[in-house]
């Protein structure tokens, strides 16, 4: 049990029923099983069927894949929703109507309507738990989708597929992004194990957008698209990215799409990554609308609107500080490569932290490699995170001590590596890599709307060890 501080004040009004919904089983504890929100939607009147659903998968890419298929849905006209997790700095990201977070007051309203029927299902102890917070966010987007109402839903899977919350609709479009290994713990030791639970997406009938995966991955997806009837729209055959050059602000990118090839596409996201991502996302568009060929011009203006904070994102200019989210090996291999494209800073300084249940040897490897010294922190108040003495000890086996510095909070993490960039020289940066929380308490720190200053955290004196392993 969390003990209350005996200085804690009660929250009221919307913080107290985002701390009531957040103090449930946390995302990072899965009950795998729908018959939990299941049960939810039905007493709501089955919100997730009252518009057609797009899902999205994979191991890396897909939130900022449902990114880019609402914002061409929307330069089509088309009113959406979009559920993505998890948040960076508020919870009302999570659920967003026609590319804005939802209002305080409506997330408010939308828990009113569904909190008694909330309490009736956790009364039922279904395998044994009350339902999960991740379980409450998804019946509150489908509600708050149907509500509104939507012409159509993107929704991230939050972890694998089959069993995932999001999973209790039947999606019209499931995509699935790059398998690799991650979360092994809740899907599997092997890629193929992964992409099964992924392929759950993929029901009767449906038409599956498939990203290029690996060759065992990629067996395990068609043979399950075969099983259930599910049209197959696969990169490298039926669509693809064919070329891309960087552009001042994103890159320019063409891309074969249904209609045929496309050019002159400005995607304002860094890195080769985003723009498979944004070819994948232009094939579900594609798939969502029976195949048909999105008009060039629509495809362009939506493309042009996309906005994905903390992936590869630039909070901060003197010295430059990039923020991206990647946390596993595959998604750190393709952020190192679109920083290293997109900015060229020399030398390249990290702010890390990590949850103990990630590859971390790896990750640190990888970083190593591209990175001249590095800043390990913790996040605040996360139970999974590794702590900084024990990342500090692994950070050092990797980059050697020279390398490596200690904060104990972001802040001060921060500070030190913008310290040590501004006396490198003017052509420096940091790098934030490593954690969605990390990422999200940076954003507090630097960003509001877009590049630029707001708070500069060497106003702020250094937390813990000043010199760290390694001064």
Known sequence: MTRTPENHVPPTGHARIVESITSRWPEHRVGPSLERVRALCGLLGSPQDACPVIAVTGTNGKGSTAIMIDAVLRSMGLRTGCFSSPHLQDVTERICIDGAPIAAERFDEVWEQIGPMVGMVDARRIDGIAMTFFEVMTAMAYAAFADAPVDAAVVEVGMGGRWDATNVADARVAVVGPVDMDHMQYLGDTLGAIAGEKAGIIKPGSTAVLAGQQPEAAAVLSRHCVEVGAAMVREGLDFALLDRRPAVGGQLLRIESAGGPIGDLFLPLYGAHMAHNAAVATAAVEAFCGGRAVEPGILAGGLARVRAPARLEAVHHDPLVVLDTAHNPHGVRAALAGFREAFDARPAIGVLAMMADKQIGTVLGLLADE????????????????????????????????????????????????????????????????????????????????????????????????????R
Not at 389 to 408: N, P, Q
Not at 420 to 426: E, F, H, L, T, Y
Not at 450 to 467: E, H, M, N, R
């Open 371 to 470: 990175l001249d010294q590095i800043v390990v922190t913790a996040v605040h108040g996360n139970p999974r995170a590794m702590g900084v003495e024990d990342l500090a000890s692994a950070a050092i086996g990797a980059f050697g001590r020279t390398r490596v510095h200690t904060a104990a909070d972001t802040t001060g993490a921060l500070s030190r590596a913008m310290m040590i960039a501004r006396d490198s020289g003017g052509g420096a940066g940091v790098l934030v890599i490593g954690s969605v929380y990390l990422a999200g308490e940076v954003r507090d720190i630097l960003a509001d709307e877009g590049p630029g200053p707001v708070v500069d955290p060497l106003t702020v004196s250094v937390a813990g060890d000043p010199d760290g392993p390694g």
